[in-house]
């Protein structure tokens, strides 16, 4: 059972440069999410989805794009990395069910440099 | 809109000593309320969570919090603490209904480091 994976779990990119960072769940879960960690200043949403060809935009959504063609599936893309992009990204899913019990499942997380 | 402030940036204890980690939300509907830990270089792990019932949860690794709806806060707290503790605690809100839970909002996290 492998949860939420990252890939790649650490990549440096030029400036300009484009990228995918992929995310796979394998719970069937139907909302999945996409984070970037900063110091000091914790999680931020980027993208998020509630189902496949559903997304929606979280706090800090510029410069990124996401899709959701699979249920399984939430790549994020970078069109042209920015030095501000340097981060730690984080996916999550979570099943759409009854409450109390639901639980939002992280991945290990993909370090991004951008020089 | 929903907030979270994490009081504390950096709480440094001494082993087998409680501890306190604070945590304040702003949100004018019902929330619901998460703990997550984070070792260095590793990904979150659930604490503990407040979706409804007795406002004490009592967590994983010993940790419980208290969800205070008049003063708006879910305070982290354990009464001995290890070295093993040390580590990254985000508090995070969301105010989706608890059957999505897709959407969170989090602290910017407390340093908890603690001392032999």
């Known amino acids: 059972n492998a949860g939420v994976t990252q890939t790649p779990k650490f990549q440096v990119l030029k400036t300009g440069q484009s990228m995918t960072l992929q995310c796979a769940q394998d719970?069937?879960?139907?909302?999945m999410s996409w984070y970037r960690q900063d110091p000091g200043m914790g999680l931020r949403l980027i993208h998020y989805?509630?189902?496949?060809?559903?997304?929606d935009q979280g706090e800090v959504p510029n410069g990124y794009n996401v899709s959701r063609s699979t249920t399984e599936d939430f790549p994020l893309r970078l069109l042209s990395a920015a030095p501000s992009q340097t981060s730690v990204y984080f996916c999550?899913?979570?099943?759409?069910?009854?409450?109390?019990?639901?639980?939002?499942?992280f991945g290990e997380g993909s370090w991004l440099t951008v020089v | 809109a929903q907030s979270v402030t994490q009081l504390d940036s950096q709480v440094p204890v001494f082993e087998e000593a409680p501890v306190e980690l604070r945590c304040n939300y702003s949100?004018?509907?019902?929330?619901?309320l998460f703990w997550y830990v984070q070792y260095p270089n590793q990904g979150l792990q659930l604490l503990l969570k407040?979706?409804?019932?007795?406002?004490l949860v009592k967590g994983i690794n010993g940790f419980e919090a208290e969800f205070n709806k008049s003063q708006t806060s879910f305070h982290l707290r354990k009464p001995s603490v290890h070295i093993s503790d040390t580590a990254e605690y985000f508090c995070?809100?969301?105010?989706?209904?608890?059957?999505?839970?897709?959407?969170?909002?989090f602290g910017r996290g407390t340093q908890l480091t603690v001392w032999p």
């Open positions: 995070a809100v969301t105010n989706d209904r608890g059957s999505t839970l897709g959407r969170l909002y």
């Open positions: 989805s509630v189902g496949a060809g559903i997304t």
């Open positions: 719970m069937n879960h139907e909302y």
């Open positions: 999550a899913s979570s099943h759409r069910g009854q409450e109390p019990g639901n639980t939002i499942y």
């Open positions: 949100s004018s509907v019902s929330v619901y």
């Open positions: 407040y979706l409804s019932g007795s406002t």
